[in-house]
């Protein structure tokens, strides 16, 4: 399993970008997968999750209607839409998965196995 996240960066309140994760090694057809994020010196936690098995996707309160997650399996790679972003957003958000976890909403409250290396966003005010 491989995950590759890129996408980050710099961006002013207000702004969006989107993330990608590129998986390898495992077909997006049966896994859940999602996005997390830890800023410094706080815990990590999930912004959204997908079930690939029948796309159903859950998304916390506190980026619901800001954070979109959808999925391209021909090019193998799972999106996260961010728009309004603000500087609490900042954090490095990871990729994440478990081959043995179907559930989205149980993939983002539980921790994934296998993780991509992160990318950093920062969103300045």
């Known amino acids: 399993v491989q995950l590759v996240e890129s996408g980050g960066g710099l961006v002013q309140a207000g702004g969006s970008l989107r993330l990608s994760c590129v998986a390898s090694?495992?077909?997006?057809?049966?896994?859940?997968i999602g996005w997390f994020r830890q800023a410094p010196g706080k815990e990590r936690e999930a912004v959204s999750c997908?079930?690939?098995?029948?796309?159903?996707?859950y998304v916390p309160d506190f980026v619901k209607g800001r954070f979109t997650i959808s999925i391209d399996r021909s090019k193998s790679t799972v999106y996260l839409q961010m728009d309004n972003l603000r500087p609490e957003d900042t954090a490095v958000y990871y990729c994440g998965t478990d081959l043995g976890q179907f559930s989205s909403y149980a993939l983002c409250h539980r921790n994934p196995t296998d993780w991509g290396q992160g990318t950093q966003v920062t969103v300045s005010s």
């Open positions: 090694g495992f077909t997006l057809n049966r896994p859940a």
């Open positions: 997908l079930s690939t098995n029948n796309d159903i996707t």
